[in-house]
């Protein structure tokens, strides 16, 4: 309980997945949690439930990320709140696949604007108060297909190869002020974005990873709690892949 103590972490799209689990595993290292939701109020509140069933402090926000108004208002309300932010987990994230040919500029529009600026707008309202207080933890979840490309993705995979280039930007930037920018690159997650999947073709992608299974949001979780810690202190600018060695 004594890695995160008295730290305040905000982590996107933490109603459901990937983000809910790091919420939880950040909230157990002792931090204090802003939930951040888009649709799924109810998902939050259960997250929230979960973290205050475990003895740690959260707080529910509601923001589009893509939405600079409503970035500005959730950011207003965790410093008013907590008087401000050590730790930003930008997690929101969407997918709308379809070939290139097929790919609607609406597509392609909206998951660049879900994943890629909505982290840019998440780090503007949190980098200034990193900088005066001279600490602070930025870690971007990108994905194994922001490194290698995927067919029927480019509106992703281009908005997660985005994200490793703001990441290694942001680690230049304000390095020398003690805040690390790091980007986790995940392979195939248990999530709802993949368990959509038909059962074939999740036996087809096991038969591609090497430690033989798909990846939990508890092992990124892990990940993203190491790299919010101290002893993560002289990592910044990765995009550290954690995918069973399926992109090696
Ligand atoms: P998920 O289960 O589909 O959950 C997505 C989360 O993002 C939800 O909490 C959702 O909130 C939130 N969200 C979506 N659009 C948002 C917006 N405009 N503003 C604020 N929040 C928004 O996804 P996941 O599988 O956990 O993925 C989480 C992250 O990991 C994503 O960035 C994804 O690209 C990345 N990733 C996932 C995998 C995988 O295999 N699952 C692999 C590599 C990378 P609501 O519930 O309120 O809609």
Known sequence: MEKLKGKRALVTGASRGIGKAIALRLAADGAKVAINFNNNQKLAEIAAEEIYQAGG?????KANVSQSSEVDSMFEHILTTWDGIDILVNNAGVTKDALVIRMSEEDWDEVISTNLKGA?????GAIQHMLRQRW???INISSIVGVAG???QANYAASKAGLIALTRTIAREVGSRNITANAVTPGFITTDMVTSLSDQTIETIKQN???GRLGTPQDVAGLVAFLASDEAGYITGQAIGIDGAMAI
């Not at 402090?57 to 926000?61: A, G, H, K, P, Q």
């Open 150 to 152: 995927n067919p029927g």
């Open 209 to 211: 990873i090497p430690l």
């Open 120 to 124: 840019f707008l998440c780090v503007k």
């Open 136 to 138: 602070g933890r930025i």
């Open 57 to 61: 402090e959260s707080l529910i926000v």
